[in-house]
C-alpha cells in the first residue's frame, strides 16, 4: 500500500507556520520566558562550557536549566544573533508540535483523516496559543512535541518487541529530557503509563474476540507477557532521564530549592482570583470545556481507560488552588513548587486527539448524521457555526490578550543603557532595573554588567532573596509591602553587592530610591533615569563562583546536541532509507485498532447538550456579575470603588463622570484641581485595599466611611474619608472634595541659591579618574552616637553634622558587637538621615538593624515581613558595643532647604502644625524628622513621618504626628570612641576642624512635649523634590 | 676553660669552612672592578676564568631576579646585566653559580636630570587659619623613571594672594616633601615645583574659611499685621569666620522662632557672600515672635522680637432658616478690605461638652460657607465653635 501525504496534516503545517510563524515577531518578546530563555542562551553563546553565571544574583549556574534550547538559539546566534536564534527555534518547535500532535492523535485514534483534524485543531487550539504567544515557554514546548513524537515509537516496542523501536523512543526521550527537565517526569506518568495501559489492551484485545470480552485477567496475562519490555524501557528512559541532564539533578542536590515559595497565579482559587482562573483555566481549556463529557467518555471507554485516569487527575490537578485536592495529592511542597498550569495545558493537548475525533464526527461522521437526523441540517449548521465562532473567538483573544492586558512595559530601547554601562567603566559596579518586567533580561543579554537582581528565581543564592516571596526586585511593587520592603534593603545597604546604578523605567520607586540616600544622574535618551549611589567600591576583580568536575561541564555542553543527532539519525534517517527503497511500508500496529465511528451514542448528545446549558448559564451568571459589580452607578459602594478605582489608574475621565454634576464643578476645573496635587499619595501610591462603610444612608444622600490602604514606595498608608454621596436619576454620584483656596501673595517670586557642580574627571580619558580630579572628600562630625534598645530592638542614634564647606553626601554604617568582640550586625542608615548636608548642616539618625542586617539572617527574619518591623529574635549574644563609620562625598544634588514650620499645636497626644514651602521648587514628599529628649535633653530616639500630601511653592500643608506613648527604651552604651568620619577617628576630627564647639549650643531651642519618656523633641525637614527643574 | 675550647673549636671549623672554596678561588675572579654605574648604561660583568667552566649568574635587584648565561671571550666569562635591571636604580647583588661561591654587589644610580616630577599635593581644600596644610610631595625621575638621588634640591614655589614663596627642599629617602600651611586669608594657593631646572605644571589648593563667628539678624516684611499670607524675611549679617574671611557659599543657618505660646517655629537658609535669606509666612493670628539664628555649635545671632497684630477683632456669622448653612463673614481686614483667599476657618460641633467634628474651610472673597449635613448632624442640639485668626464665637444649643 503506498501511503499518500495527509492533506490536512500538510494544511496544518502551512497556516500553522504562516499564522504563528508571522505572529511570533510581534508576541514572542513581551512573553514572560522567551526572554529569559534568550539571556540563557547568551551564557552558552560566549562561554559553552562553563556553567558559571556572573551577571545574575550575584552569581548563579545555569545548569538549574536543561540546556537543549538555549544551546540552540546560543549556536544559532552565531549565524544571526540571538533574537534570529529565538525566532528559529520558536518556528522548529510550532513544526514540531504540529507534527507530534498529528502523530499523536494517530496513535490514539488510528485513523488518519482525524489526526489531519486533530492537527489543524492544534494550530489554533488556545492553550498552545497561550503558551507560545503569552507564555513564551519553549522548551516546555518543544519537551512535549518531542514526547508526543515519542509516543508512537514507544507503543511499537511494547507491541513488537522491535528494537529498532526502542532505540527510536529512548533517543526522542533524552531530546525531551534535555530540552526540558519537568516534561519526561511527569509525561512518564500522564502520557506513558496510560499509553503501556493501551498497548496492553491492544493486545489482550488481541487475545480475544471483542473487547467485551477483555477481562481483568487476560490483562494480567497480557501485562506479564510484555512486562520484559515494560520494564527494560522503563529502565532504561531511567537512566536516559537522569544521565542526560546529570549535571542538573547533581547541581539540584547539592542546591536544593530552600527558597521560600513564590505565590503564582495557577496556585490560587481561580473562583476567588478571576484573572488566574480565565489565564491558567479558561483559555488553556477553552472551547474543550464544552467537549469535556465527549472527552471523559472517550477516554473512559475500555482501550483508553488508562488516558481516562490520567486526564482526569491532569483536570483536577490544573484547578490549582480552587479545591483541596492538588494540595492534598502533590503534597505542601509540590504545590509550592511546581506551576500548576502545566497540568492543565498536558491536559488539553491529551484532548486533542479526541477534539479532533469529535470535530471529524461531526463534520461528516455520525454525530453529523444523528445531529441531522434528530434536529435537522439547520439546527447542525448553526452548532456548527457557534462551536467554530467559540473556538475561533478563543484563539482570537488569547493572542491579543497581551494587547488589551499587556504583561510587559513598552519595549525600552536598550541601546542607551548599553552605551551608559560601557562607558566610564560603570560596569565595574552592579546594577538594577526597576520596572523593566522580563526586558530585563534581554539587557542583561547584551551588556557585560552584573545585576544583583535576575530573572530566574530557581537559580537565587543570597538569603536576602531567598527568604523572600519575591520573584524579582525589579517588579516588587506589584508584590506589595513584602516586595518593597526586599528592595529596601537592597537600596539601603548596597555597598555589599558592590551596587551603584539603578536604571528606572518607573517613577512609582523614585521616593523610596532617594530616602534611601541614592541621587539622580541623568536621564537617558530613552527615557529611563539613572539612579547612583556614591560610596560604592566597584566589583572585585576576582569573583567567588562554585565550580564543578570538568566532566560534569563536558557533558553538559556535548549531551544535548547528541541527543538531537541521535534521534535524527535514528528517526529522521531511517524514515530517509524507507522511501529511498520505495519499499511498501507496513502499517504501524496501531493503525489496526480502527473505531469505525458509525453509531455516536445518544446519551453522550444529551449529557453534552445538558453541559453545554450548565456552561452557557454559569457564564451568563458571570457576566451578570460582573455587570452588577462594574455598573458604577449601582449603589454608594459602587460608585465608590469606581472613583477610586479611576483615580488609582489616574482614569480621571472616568473619575470626572462619577462626579456630582450638579457640583458645578467643569471638568476642566476638576482636571486642574487634580494637576496642581502631588505628594506620595497622588502621584506615587498603588490602592491595595479599599473598604467601604456606609455610615448612613437615604433614598438620595449616603455618607460612606471609606478606609483605603495604599501601597506606596515608602509606607503602607492607611487612610479614612468620608464622602458623601448623592442618588441623581437613579444613579448615584460623588460629592467632590472643596479645594484649596489659599493664594499666595505674589504672582512672581526670585531666589537666589548656591549650585554646585562636579565634573569629575575634568580631561576626556578612558583612564581612570587622575588622583588630580579627586575631590577631598567633606569632613562630618559625629556629634553624639549611642546605642538604644526600644521596645526590644536595637538601634543606633545620633547626630552627625557636616563640618566642611561643599555639601556632602552622608553614609552611615552600624556595626554592633557584643561583649566579645563578636560583630553581630551591620547596616546603614534609611530614612533616618538627611542624607544631603548643606555645609555646617546637621542631621539626627537612627540606624536600624533589619532582617538582613543580622549575621544570621535566616533566624533574624520574622516569618510574618512587614519593613517596618525588624525585631531581630532574641540572641543569647546581646548588642553591647557599637561602631560607626560616616563617610561624606562631595554632592551637588537634592540640596533643597526651603521648607520650614510655620506653625505648630502640641497636645499631650500630637503634634499639629503646618509647613510652609518658602522656596521654588515644589516639594513632593515632606518627611519629618522627630528626635526625641529626656528632661536632661539627652537623645533618646529618633522617628520620622513621611506627609502624604505635597506642598506646592509658597504654600502651607497641614502635618499631623502622633507622638509616641508606652515606649521602653534604654540607652546601652554611649561611648563614641569607635566612631569613625572618611575612615578617620571622629575625636582627631572634631578637635582639628572644631575645637572650640559650643556643646549643645541648641538645646535652648528644643521644643517641650508632655509626655512620660520624653520631654523635649526636635523637628528637622527633609524633602524630596520629584520634578527638580 | 670551656669557653676556650668552645672558641678553639670554632676556628677550627671556621678554617675548615673556607678551606675548599679558597681552593678553587684561582680558577674565576672578578675583573670588573666598577661598583656604582648609571641607569641605562650598558653593564657587564667579566670574570676571568681559567677552567672550562661556564657558570650562570643569578643577579637579584628589589623589582626582582634573574639568571644571566656568560658570553666566553678568549677566556674571559661576560655577563651582560638585561636592561630590566640596568634601567632601575638601587643595589643589584649577583652570585655565581659555580662551585666557589663568589658574590657581590653594585649599586645603580639614576642619571641626574629631571625629566619628570611625579606630583601628589593633597587634601585640595584647607581651611584658613595657619593650623590646617596640605602636603605637596615631588619625586623627580630621570628618563628611566628612576627616582633622582637623595639630597637633590628640589624649589618648592607657591602663590597666595600678594606672596610668592620658594623654597628649597632636600629630597630624602627618595622624595621631597613639604607641608604648605594655609594662612588667615581665603582663596586660592598656586603650587609649583622645580628640580635641576625642570618645572612642574600648576597644581591648586583651596583655602576655604575656617568656622563662623557670631552675627547679627534683622528681619523685613511689608507690614506687621497677622494675616497668614505675608512673608516676612530674616537676614543675617555678614557671616564671617575669625580672621574675617566670608563663611564659604552655602553655610546652613537656622532660624528658631519661639512664638507666644511657646512653640518653636523654625525656618533655615543658606549664605551667600555671608548673607543667609530665610522667609516665613505671616501668622495667622496676632503672636510675638522671637527669633534667633544658629550654626549649630559655631555660632548664633542675638535674638531679635517681632511683634504681629490681629487683622480681625470681630467677625459675623449667619445661619440659614434650618441652621445647617453657616456663612461666616465678611472676614475684613486692618484697612476694611476683604481678607486674602486663605484664611482658615474652623467650624467645631460640640455636643454635650463632647467634640464631635471639626470641619475648616479656607476663606473665599471674604467669606467661609459650611452646610452641615442631615448624615453626620442629625436633628439634635449642638454647640457650634466658629475661628478664625485667634478670635473665637461660640453658640450654644443651636437646634439643627
Known sequence: MKETSNKYLIVALLIGIAFHGTSIFFTLETTYDALIHLFFADHYANSWFEPWNYKWYTGFTVMSYPPLVHQSIAALSLIGGLKFGMFTVALISIVLFITGVYRFSLLITSNRTVAGYASILAVFSSSFVETLHIFGQLPSIIGISVLMHALPEIYLWLKTGRYKYLFTSLSLISVTVTSHHVTPIFGMIFFIFPLIGMVIMDVSREQVDSVKAITFKVFINSFFKLFKRIISFGMLSLVIIVGCILPYWINSKNNPITQVPIPHGSRDNFLEITSSGLVFFLIPWGVLLILLPYIFYRYYSKRYLFFGLSITILTVLGTGGTTFIPRLFLGETAFNILTLDRFTLWASIMSLPLFGEFVYRFVEGDLKQLIQDKFGAIYHRLIGGILAGLFLFMTIFTMSLSYFRPSQPQQIKMLPIINFLNQDQHDNWRYMTLGFGDQMAWLSAQTNAMSVDGNYHSARRLPELTTRPIERLENSKFKGVEGIGSLQQFLTTPEKYNFKYIFSNDKFYDPILYFCGWQRLRQLENGIQVWEKLNVPPVSSILPKEDVAKWLKILWGIMPFLTVLIAFILNIQMLWINTLKTKAKAIPEFLKFQNNYTKFSRGLLRITHVWSIILAIIVFYGVHLFYIKNDAHHSPENALLAYYDALDFKEFETAYSLINPESNLPIAQYMLEISVTDGLLSSYAKLDAIETIVTSKTDSLATVKVNTKWITPLEKINKTDYKTLVKLKGKWYVNPEDIDLDLPPDQLYSDNVTKYFNQGRRRITTEQTHHEDVLKQPVLEILSAKLVKHNGSYALIGEVQNIDNVPADVVLKGTLYNDDNKQLATYNAKYHVKHKLMPKEVSSFKINFEGIAWSRTQDSIPKTFNPDEFTPVEFEEQPTKFNLQVAGNVSGSDLYKGTSISDLDISEEQITGKLFNSGLAEVTIPQLLFTYYDQHKNMLWVDHQFIAEGIRQQRQQSFDYPILKNDTIQVINEDMKNCFVNGLPNVSISNKVVPNRIENQTHTVLQPIENKNYSFIKIEINTYIGNPN | ?400
Open chain 2, 1 to 400: 676553660m670551656t669557653l676556650k675550647y668552645t672558641y678553639l673549636l670554632f676556628y677550627v671549623w671556621m678554617v675548615l669552612l673556607s678551606m675548599p672554596s679558597y681552593a678553587n678561588n684561582g680558577a674565576i675572579e672578578l675583573i670588573t672592578k666598577t661598583t656604582q654605574f648609571e641607569a641605562g648604561q650598558s653593564i657587564s660583568l667579566k670574570f676571568s676564568n681559567t677552567d672550562n667552566e661556564t657558570p650562570s649568574l643569578y643577579v637579584s635587584n628589589s623589582y626582582g631576579s634573574t639568571i644571566i648565561k656568560p658570553e666566553i671571550d678568549s677566556g674571559i666569562l661576560n655577563y651582560q646585566i638585561p636592561q630590566s635591571i640596568s634601567n632601575k636604580t638601587g643595589v643589584v647583588n649577583w652570585k655565581l653559580l659555580a662551585n666557589n661561591s663568589l658574590s657581590g654587589a653594585f649599586t645603580i644610580i639614576s642619571k641626574q636630570k629631571a625629566v619628570a616630577l611625579e606630583t601628589y599635593l593633597g587634601p585640595p581644600s584647607i581651611q584658613a587659619g595657619g593650623t590646617d596644610y596640605s602636603m605637596l610631595v615631588v619625586i623627580p625621575t630621570d628618563y628611566l623613571d628612576n627616582p633622582l638621588a637623595d639630597s637633590t634640591k628640589v624649589t618648592v614655589k607657591h602663590q597666595f594672594l600678594d606672596n610668592q614663596n620658594e623654597e628649597v627642599v632636600l629630597m630624602k629617602n627618595r622624595i621631597a616633601y613639604k607641608n604648605i600651611y594655609s594662612e588667615t586669608k581665603t582663596g586660592r594657593i598656586l603650587v609649583s615645583s622645580e628640580c635641576l631646572g625642570f618645572n612642574s605644571k600648576e597644581y591648586t589648593v583651596n583655602v576655604l574659611p575656617a568656622i563662623p563667628t557670631d552675627f547679627n539678624i534683622s528681619h523685613s516684611r511689608n507690614h506687621d499685621y497677622a494675616d497668614g499670607n505675608q512673608i516676612t524675611t530674616f537676614s543675617t549679617s555678614i557671616i564671617k569666620d575669625q580672621f574675617g574671611n566670608l563663611v564659604s557659599d552655602g553655610t546652613y543657618i537656622d532660624f528658631f522662632i519661639t512664638n507666644r505660646s511657646n512653640h518653636i517655629l523654625k525656618t533655615s537658609s543658606t549664605t551667600i557672600k555671608g548673607i543667609a535669606v530665610a522667609k516665613m509666612i505671616h501668622p495667622d493670628h496676632e503672636d510675638q515672635w522671637t527669633v534667633k539664628a544658629f550654626v549649630e555649635g559655631m555660632a548664633e545671632s542675638k535674638p531679635i522680637e517681632l511683634a504681629y497684630k490681629t487683622i480681625i477683632s470681630d467677625f459675623n456669622v449667619l445661619f440659614s432658616e434650618d441652621y445647617r448653612t453657616v456663612t461666616i463673614g465678611p472676614l475684613k481686614s486692618f484697612m476694611n478690605q476683604m481678607v486674602p483667599d486663605g484664611l482658615e476657618v474652623s467650624l467645631s460641633v460640640f455636643q454635650n461638652e463632647i467634640k464631635l467634628n471639626t470641619l475648616t474651610k479656607s476663606s473665599f472673597e471674604g467669606y467661609a460657607t459650611f452646610k452641615l449635613d442631615t448624615n453626620n448632624f442629625p436633628s439634635e442640639n449642638y454647640t457650634l465653635k466658629i475661628e478664625t485668626a485667634g478670635v473665637q464665637k461660640t453658640y450654644p444649643n443651636v437646634k439643627l
